[in-house]
């Protein structure tokens, strides 16, 4: 069954970095997208960016454009995301979720498989 655990999260200072992690284990995601997403409170979730396990082919959302970068590890199965210029309102709870359908900037709709998400708080 494929799990996946994220990592990293935290508290930082406005201006800060973070690195968080996501660790695939379970199946072989090989044809699979996987992403972060974010969801603040009182806010729905949204997809933060994705990256294909195919083709290494990348998508951000229009603000962590030059803030965030998504990378992969295939020999430790994980999915980075890291974050750079960290602000207030990145504060959330961030997932990363795996679509069999590789796709890329599309939401939530099709990724099936969700792990169980680690705090983000941005704050002085």
């Known amino acids: 069954q494929l799990q996946l655990v994220e990592s990293g999260g935290g508290l930082v200072q406005p201006g800060g970095s973070l690195r968080l992690s996501c660790a695939v284990s379970?199946?072989?995601?090989?044809?699979?997208?996987i992403g972060w997403f974010r969801q603040a409170p009182g806010k729905e979730r949204e997809e933060v960016a994705s990256?294909?396990?195919?083709?290494?082919?990348?998508w951000y959302a229009d603000s962590m454009k030059g803030r965030f970068t998504i990378s992969r590890d295939g020999s430790k199965n994980t999915v980075d995301l890291q974050m750079n210029s960290l602000k207030s309102e990145d504060t959330a709870v961030y997932y990363c979720?795996?679509?069999?359908?590789?796709?890329?900037?599309?939401?939530?709709?099709?990724?099936?498989?969700w792990g169980q998400g680690t705090q983000v708080t941005v704050s002085s």
């Open positions: 379970g199946f072989n995601v090989g044809g699979y997208a």
């Open positions: 990256i294909s396990m195919s083709d290494d082919s990348t």
């Open positions: 979720a795996a679509d069999p359908s590789d796709g890329l900037g599309y939401g939530d709709e099709n990724y099936s498989y």
